[in-house]
């Protein structure tokens, strides 16, 4: 197998004009092709990115941060080994993807009460049937991915239903913190729009003396020692808009916090462990 700079030489090599990965594994792509390599990824030749496994490419600040980093165009897409390739964005890119229905049927229930949500914008958790396994049936799996159904209709003119910013997140990774339901992609939102914030992050939860306590550990981008005030303060009103919470911000050395190769695990509930 390659390592991430035999793969940008490769890349070169080829010419490669698309590509697939998590969002978090091309954006740290990117990041060794500038800082080991010392090339601008979007002078290489990719043109098309499809990102799965995470729900970054239809979060706004994450996808705009990757066809920047690649000077190209990043479709989102969503599927489970389980399940097969039940969804994808089109041309259009409408903020969120379509559920591929011809092959999928594709339901929502609510995660307090199990009831099935027809009404647009009440997020739950899917359960698909595929029509097209055989040996693998594959009836009402509760694949616990969270999505929502969108109202409008897509411009591309498909009649498919569309499932607005794309999978939100995963139940499991959905917590109470303080009361509050708190989802990992709301806080990957907030920091992907943050220029002043390099790719990275991470956040921890924790209960100290019988409060819950949330810290976000951020980097400045390369090239920059600290951050200042204004940057931190807005980054705080806007997770407390966006989340309903308050969070502790520790601002790491840039390029010091994990980078991972594949699906992310940045977010860390250690409250179970006491
Ligand atoms: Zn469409």
Redesign the pocket.
Known sequence: MLDTTARILKIQELKATAMMGTPTYLLNMADVARSRLGLDPAELTIEKITCAGEPGASIPGTKQRLEKAWGAKVFDHAGATEIGAWSYE???Q?GGL?VNEGLFLVEIEDLVTGQTITTPGRPGKMIITAFDRLAQPCLRFDSKDIIEWDSAP?????TYR?IRGGVQGRADDITKVKGVLLSPSAIEAVVRRCAALSDEYEVVVERITGQDRITLRVEPCAGQECLGDEVLGRLKDELRLETNLGYIIEVHQPGSLTRYEGKARRFKDLRQQH
């Open positions: 089109c041309a259009a409408p379509h897509c411009p591309c003119g498909r569309l």
